[in-house]
């Protein structure tokens, strides 16, 4: 129970820390096997915030993250919320601490510039993570008269934070496990290429492709829960172009993220052995014919697919003595349904500071404005080079196809555009009339 709920609150969020124990925390409660994480699970920050915010005016709140990966959209979405997100380049070695550096740094002089003679005396101070770095930040706080909350994880919260609350009223502790269906989805459907070594295919005798969207929707779902649950694995699913089949893709690797070569399960036990379970919790929603693991044929068309070209079974074993002909299945387009899914090289949400300059082009990490993702993919063929030289020379066209779009071309058209090689300043003079010459 919240004991300030009125007054006003500045919010400070390990978004690490908050986003992998929820993940853990889905796998828990689902019974997956030791080490695994649920990667299908998703929580809304802003409704997080939401909850622990309500009835209190926002001063500020700032988010905390690391990088690789840079989903923009999911970042685009929290500065909808008005919380200011800062990034920092994952470091393996540092192990984040560039992170938790920057968030005690700011919440302390946030503590100190939101005095009680400023804000009022009802000031508080709304932590999300229970790691025990950041006991110094909560103590800090106490200092200076803040009340605070920390939101997190009963099995990620420190003893010294637990500590901490107990020892004083003014800190309050707010499991998010009791919130955790409201603020949390999960994602169901595979976009990617095929695993060949971790996927079940499953053959329906009523095709799910004369079904409506909605339909088709809720049957992946079921097919999704029943499947994580029975083989203890987080799994997506998707239809593939023959209607008549649908893949189940076990997301987990055979090994654990940490490099060491035990394997964290075992495909044949934990999902093969029990794939008849899961036709048999799904026959009252489709009419099955039977299930295939996709080791078990050989098809011609799975160039475009991630799978190895090792030799296979050239049969495929049926359940419960169904009539099939497997010569029927070899000459499958085993393709997604949809359209295949480009990689995508950005790995950071900053933009680049090298712009049209950069001599990575397309493949650049950093993020790229759209006039210059434009320029890279309408001039493949120019080099890094090249891209060296954008607008440091003359376009000799009388007539250029780019006069409407000036900045796909890589000659500059008037002096307004051009950049000198020598100082490196755009749209004052050419190279060869640049002071540093003289």
Known sequence: MDLFPQGVAIVYIDNSNIFINTQK????????????QDVCCR???????????EGKQVLCGKLYGSEPPALDTVWKAIRRKEIEVHTCKKSFASKEKETDTSLTADAVEDCVQYSA????????????????????VVQKAEKYGWNVHVWAFKNSLSDGIARECRQNQCVQIFFIDSVFHEITFCETEWSLRVPRERSLVLIFSDSPGVWKKPAKDAFIH????????????PTRGLFLTDRHFAVVVCLEEKYTKSGDKRSTYDFTDHVWSKAKFLKNNLENCVEFQTYINFLQYRDPNLNDLDVDDEHLPDEIELEDNASLNPEDYFDINFQPVKQKT?????RYSEHCMYRFWCKNGIQCRYTHSPEEKEYFKKNPQIGPMQRYRYKSRFCTLAYCDYRDRP?????????????????LEI????????????
């Open 25 to 36: 925390h889905s796998a828990r409660l689902k019974g997956y096997l030791p080490k695994i």
């Open 43 to 53: 929580i809304d920050i802003g409704k997080l915030v939401d909850l622990a915010c």
């Open 117 to 136: 003679d400023k804000v009022g005396t009802l000031r508080t101070f709304i932590l999300f993570s229970g790691d025990r770095d950041m006991l110094p």
């Open 222 to 233: 079921k097919v999704i829960d029943t499947s994580s649950r029975l083989f203890s694995l």
């Open 342 to 346: 480009k990689k995508n090289h950005t």
């Open 407 to 423: 900045y796909l071309c890589p000659f500059a058209h008037d002096v307004k555009e051009v950049r000198c090689l020598r100082c």
């Open 427 to 438: 749209g004052l003079h050419w190279t060869d009339e640049c002071p540093l010459n003289q």
